[in-house]
């Protein structure tokens, strides 16, 4: 078979090596940044890091002994999976500095259109992401502004901060890696909240030289530790529930390293949250709320109203004078594979198809779109565990799909779009009981509520649901 994978990010490199060993050679990977690691290689931010262990953040058929830190750091993340293409000879088979923009199912085939020309394909596999896009708010004024302007996604390296006043718009994950590497170093720093995240302590540092001998030389220790890892996380996953008693420990917990670390009254009660645990993106910090702290820090919470040539005005009329604007905004999260134009086998674009909410069977197949698979697609995102664990997953399913294809002797298989619509119905049913379906504002639902973006249970459960397809489910060329 022909194929073509979207993204050389940890999806897409990961769907590449098992598609090698499996035998599977003619494969492309098209990948519009000059380098490979998608966000780990986009993201550049001080401080950029993982919030998940490093010994889980790795493939289990790539495993990595020597890792620095408990919490890896963007440069050795992007290393690693540089590493990856290296020692499985992938680098033939890239496309860098080449967009995929669109794609027709025509004739039983995939027709991509790239910024480098066309290519058809058999198959055609996604691994875009979900955090690929960055999302700046439409602010009124912000064209008169004079300072540097920029998104944490596409950090300005060439802007020195030093001595200058910032403000910082978000508070989410990047701001709370950013933040307290650059506050040392700016004249004032002024933070705008929309509404406070909670904490959980990371209790990071360096691993020991014998720790790291363990790993490298005693691998069935690395197992153990990487399965430690995996079932501790997996354990907190009931705290997502609401009303849980995890949850209410969890939050307790979290509330106990604010008291900790923040001793002022008053900002502590702004940094509280008021909505459940996991509704929002949990942030895993040990120096966030330190940093907030300082006496160059500044938190406002009134909402923003527009920019000035000089300044962010608030809504409650006070300017705050700014050389420098960094918008820690996140990403658009919920328009998945735009902005890509994919059109299926009876002319209906999956964008139109997906106006209500993205969604797909297992979070892999669309109906009316045979032969396209998707990697970290719709609800398939965690809130605590490792997201490269269900893209191991999917990427396993996939390649059951493959050889069932070759087995049979078949052109293409298309998930039935009963079996979609059964799995997605029961899929947000059990959402409605998690605290993602609470009243907050996250980047893990639509404008409208709906849920696109996480998985519903623990990864256990994705990983049995995914262990091999059902082909009844499909209808097979």
């Not at 897409?12 to 090596?17: E, F, S």
């Not at 106990?256 to 008053?266: E, F, M, N, S, Y």
């Not at 709320?289 to 009134?302: F, G, H, I, K």
């Not at 994919?342 to 009316?368: N, P």
Request: aromatic content about 12%; overall charge positive; proline content about 5%.
């Amino acid at each position: 078979m022909k194929i073509v994978i979207v993204g050389a990010g940890a999806a897409g490199l990961a769907m590449a090596v098992r598609l090698k060993r499996a035998g599977h050679t003619d494969f492309t990977i098209v990948e519009r940044s000059t380098g490979v690691g998608g966000t780990w290689h986009d993201n550049t931010y001080p401080g950029a890091g993982c919030d998940v262990p490093s010994h889980l953040y790795c493939f289990s058929f790539e495993p990595k002994a020597d890792w620095r830190y408990k919490f890896a750091r963007q440069t050795e993340i992007e290393g690693y999976l540089r590493g990856c293409v290296e020692r499985n000879g992938l680098a033939p088979h890239l496309s860098l500095g080449t967009e995929a923009q669109g794609a027709d199912f025509v004739d039983g085939a995939w027709r991509i259109r790239t910024s480098k020309g066309e290519l058809s394909a058999d198959v055609l596999i996604s691994g875009t992401g979900q955090l690929n896009r960055p999302r700046i708010p439409a602010l009124r004024g912000i064209e008169a502004f004079t300072g540097a302007q920029f998104h944490s996604g596409r950090w300005n390296h060439d802007f020195d901060l030093r001595g200058k006043r910032v403000v910082v718009i978000g508070n989410g994950a990047s701001a709370a890696q950013f933040v307290p590497e650059i506050v040392p170093h700016v004249a004032k720093l002024t933070l705008l909240q929309r509404s406070p995240a909670y904490v959980f302590p990371r209790k990071d540092r360096a691993y020991f030289v014998f720790e790291k001998l363990l790993f490298r030389y005693v691998p069935g220790w690395r197992r153990f530790y990487r399965s430690w890892i995996y079932w501790t996380l997996e354990s907190r996953f009931t705290a997502l529930y609401q009303n849980s008693m995890m949850g209410k420990l969890v939050r307790w917990m979290m509330l106990r390293h604010l008291r900790k670390q923040v001793t002022d009254p008053a900002l502590r009660a702004r940094l509280m949250p008021d909505y459940p645990v996991g509704c929002k993106r949990i942030v895993i910090s040990d120096d966030w709320y330190p940093a907030l702290t300082r006496d160059n820090v500044e938190l406002v919470t009134s909402p923003l109203d527009h920019v000035s040539a000089d300044a962010v005005v608030t809504a409650d009329g006070s300017a705050h004078p700014a050389d420098a604007i960094i918008y820690a905004t996140g990403f658009d999260t919920t328009s998945f594979l735009a902005p890509m134009q994919i059109v299926g086998k009876d002319g209906t674009a999956l964008a139109s198809r997906w106006s209500d909410g993205a969604e797909a069977h297992r979070g892999i197949a669309v109906s009316g779109f045979p032969n396209l698979f998707l990697l970290y697609g719709p609800n398939t995102n965690l809130g605590h565990s490792s997201i490269l664990f269900m893209i191991e997953c999917q990427v396993r399913y996939i390649l059951r799909c493959l050889d069932h294809l070759a087995r049979r002797g078949a052109r293409w298989l298309d998930v039935k779009r009963e079996a979609m619509a059964r799995y997605n119905h029961q899929l947000q049913q059990t959402l409605a009981r998690t605290t993602w379906s609470a009243d907050c504002h996250s980047w893990y639902k639509t404008e409208g509520g709906k849920i696109t973006n996480n998985w519903s249970g623990p990864t256990t459960q994705y990983w049995w649901r995914t262990r091999k397809p059902d082909f009844d489910e499909f209808e097979i060329s």
